[in-house]
């Protein structure tokens, strides 16, 4: 867009929004260190360290009135130096681009690109930690009424304006259809959810045939002033791209002790289903994947295990036990210990090795310096044991850890509101 043209198009939200409703201008400045000896896979002896700085940047335009809301989000993601200096290499994007209309007190529709939160962001996330983020071309339509909510979302992928046939370009690293149905009731201390999800892909051969997945469950949930109690068991079923069938499940159990207001306790269990070993006349895969989720956020933040690919399909099991420390209202600290295994059996040269897989320990510290400024640093290391380092390879005698530092700088650059 000419700058001329930006500028009319700003000048004229700027009218309206002093007439009608709010117009606000965010900005997202976010860059992060890491050093990297250890983070994902296990290291070597030929290996050597990694360390870089990536960098999120965004610029977010708002606008609301009563019946309408829209959202601009340009964003642009670097690591420091990947541009060859003094040359002129588009890297912008759009994270987000939507419109929601209040049909009336209980009924919103909203179309466009958007991020999709739901949960505890396990299987649909808007991936915060990635620099880039995550966001859907969708449509939804949200119910919230005397407790219930109710979210119906449609996708439908094309990779150009076709005349003729559906054949998706990314049907191989992405899904071609996404439809969400969630249902929740709260209750005073109680409320429970239903999750459902379909996501379609092209068939390998045929651009016109969709093998669907379908994932499913129920998310209990009870809490007072000093316990939250939170479960979730999800069914996975259909087919993979490839057309092979799929029968998987996943439990979460999740306990949250308030020893005070600045310590909190959390202790829980996590399984993924995975394929057996052993069974070599099976068919069917068992391996729970965890869709479109965040990673980093849960079984550790050195991110060795997350997807069926990460434990070559045998399943996973996460023990933790986690403790917030808030000293004052603008710092915390935090730390993680996990205790990894597989869920299912796996061979290596014609036996089953040992399912558990080793221990990790994260740090997290947080500090907020003002509204619009953050610094956050971490650190992880992982002691693998002789099956993690079949699993993953490298050498598990080797130091394996991973630092981070981040800033985060998000001003509310400009506003204009109607009372």
């Given at each position: ?12 939200l ?30 070597n ?27 601009l ?18 890297s ?26 739901y ?23 949200d ?41 929740s ?25 969709q ?83 965040a ?17 070559n399909g ?7 036990l ?31 090795i ?66």
């Amino acid at each position: 867009m000419k700058s001329g043209k930006l500028l009319f198009f700003l000048t004229f939200l700027l009218i309206n929004a002093s007439v009608f409703g709010q117009f606000k201008i965010q900005g997202v400045i976010r860059p992060r260190f890491e050093y990297r000896n250890g983070y994902g896979t296990f290291r070597n002896d030929t290996t050597v360290a990694a360390a870089f700085v990536s960098q999120r940047t965004r610029l977010n335009f708002s606008y609301k009135t009563e019946k309408i809301e829209t959202k601009l989000s340009i964003f642009d993601y670097r690591v420091w130096g990947d541009q060859v200096w003094k040359k002129d290499l588009a890297s912008m994007g759009l994270n987000e681009a939507w419109a929601k209309i209040k049909i009336n007190d209980f009924w919103s529709v909203k179309f466009g690109r958007q991020a999709l939160n739901y949960d505890n962001n396990r299987l649909i996330s808007p991936v915060n930690w990635n620099q880039i983020g995550a966001s859907h071309d969708a449509l939804k339509a949200d119910y919230i009424n005397k407790g219930w909510t109710i979210d119906l979302v449609s996708a439908w992928n094309q990779s150009s304006q076709n005349k003729f046939g559906t054949d998706y370009y990314w049907s191989d690293s992405f899904y071609k259809s996404l439809n969400i149905f969630w249902i929740s009731k709260e209750f005073k201390k109680f409320s429970i959810a239903s999750f459902n999800i379909s996501d379609g892909f092209q068939d390998l051969s045929n651009p016109e045939k969709q093998h669907f997945r379908f994932t499913y469950g129920l998310i209990p949930e009870f809490k007072n002033d000093k316990f939250r109690v939170t479960g979730r068991l999800l069914g996975q079923s259909g087919k993979l791209q490839s057309g092979q069938n799929i029968k998987a499940f996943y439990t979460n159990l999740d306990f949250l002790y308030k020893v005070s207001d600045k310590i909190n306790i959390i202790a829980g269990n996590e399984i993924k289903s995975g394929n057996n070993g052993l069974d070599s006349l099976n068919t069917t895969n068992h391996a729970f994947d965890i869709l479109y989720g965040a990673k980093h956020k849960f079984n550790g933040r050195i991110d060795y295990f997350s997807l069926p690919a990460t434990t070559n399909g045998a399943g996973f099991i996460d023990s933790y036990l986690k403790a917030d420390l808030r000293f004052v209202k603008s710092s915390s600290i935090s730390a993680e210990y996990h205790y990894f295994m597989l869920e299912n059996n796996y061979l290596y040269n014609g036996k089953v090795i040992d399912k558990f897989l080793g221990n990790e320990i994260d740090f997290v510290y947080k500090q907020d310096f003002a509204n619009d400024i953050a610094l956050e640093a971490g650190y992880s290391f992982i002691l693998g044991t002789k099956s993690a380092e079949i699993i993953k390879t490298g050498n598990i005698n080797l130091w394996n850890h991973w630092f981070y530092l981040m800033v985060t700088i998000d001003p509310t650059l400009f506003t204009v509101k109607n009372n």
